[in-house]
């Protein structure tokens, strides 16, 4: 079986797996620790998203692209540099947690050791990220799936084990939940360890080629700077949107209770059920990374363009049908979380958001295999910034209100992913079709 379509196969039944995994630990915690406490659990969660990213500083990103792009004889010099980066990210992570962290009053609420399981996250994510960087590189897709898997599994094994042997009171009973996050990234990070000495002692019985420290520093940034920023302003956007919303609501005429629930019907299940088919985008883009860096490197823009249009093929024969399900059974998709709600006129209005979206994920592995992570970054910095324009203006119409924001939203999707196509057809000498431009030539 084409390498392409073996490991996206692999990932995405890793991925499903996984995504049911995330379900039934999401049902453990809200058994055990009430409305109160899971929504306090789930109100930290993008503050250890964010300690996450700055602490992986995206070198799973970096690392896989570069091992993808370079000969095995030069991977020894890559490896060394990489994990000398780590602990120059891993002490400036922690630095800065030592001092922000306690002072940190989202923090408050929650019992006062949570803020060491953060800081305890720290290193173990950092390292986890150039060894999962270099296996996502070397394509060797099983240890991923295996991690992915293991991490949730383990997650969910010490959940239901230790809520069933013990008794704890809220703020410590966040903090278990809490704990057993940490818990399954380092035992992810033990297999990965284990997994990455092994690989490196076999790379030191082959002829090695020694490059440069500060070559190699300056590759693995060119990429993790960038893509570190494009997800920090994805996080950030993530936060401020619930705001703009329930604003714009307000402006036109909503009480701020009913603004509330009406962005917790959009969010909680429109954006539940829409994303969840997006495990396979998600899939693509790990593979796609270090197949497209690969090609990139060699000058093998006829197989760029092929893959390019497997993936596309592939996203429009999973997405299409995805999508039609969610316009004509929107209803009884969402009855089954709140009955008769106006989510069901969401998830129908929103069909070209989630649509446009699970094109541009892949586009994004295409954007970073060739080098143009800055462009993607302002891709969705504009696309974003004309997002949030329409959804104010017009969400704070009182003829159009959480209509308006869904226009919006859509409209945001779709120019994200058109700016991603076109720079990519640019870029590869393609037509809007994805056939060779007559402009073109390759060797």
Known sequence: MNPFFRGALLLSGAALAGESLEFLINVVLANELGEHNFGLYMAILPTLVFVVVLSSLEMQVSVSKMVAERPVNQHISLLKAALRLAIIVALTCLTAAFIVLPNLSVLDPYHPMVKWLLILLVPVVTFSSVARGYFVGAQHTKKIAVINLLKRGAQLLFLYGIFQLFQFQSQTAIFVALGTVVLSEILVLFYMGTAFILQIHRLRREPKEEIQAKEMYRSILSVSLPTTGLRVFHAITFAIKPFLITTALSKAGLLESMALIQYGKLAGVAFTIGFFPAFIAHSLLTVMVPLVSSGYAKGDFPSLAKLLRQAMGITLAYSLPVVMTFYFLAEPMTDLFFEHSPASGYLTLLVPYFLFHYFAIPMQAY????????????????????????????????????????????????????????????????????????????S
Do not use: C, D
């Open 367 to 442: 954007l970073i295999g060739i080098g143009l992570v800055r462009e993607a970054f302002m891709h969705s910095v504009w696309s974003t910034g004309v997002s949030f324009l329409l959804m104010f203006t017009l969400g704070s119409l009182p003829s159009l209100q959480m209509h308006g924001i869904i226009i919006g939203m859509n409209v945001g999707a779709v120019l994200l992913t058109l700016m991603h196509y076109v720079t990519i057809t640019e870029k590869l000498g393609l037509t809007l079709i994805l056939t060779q431009s007559r402009k073109q030539r390759w």
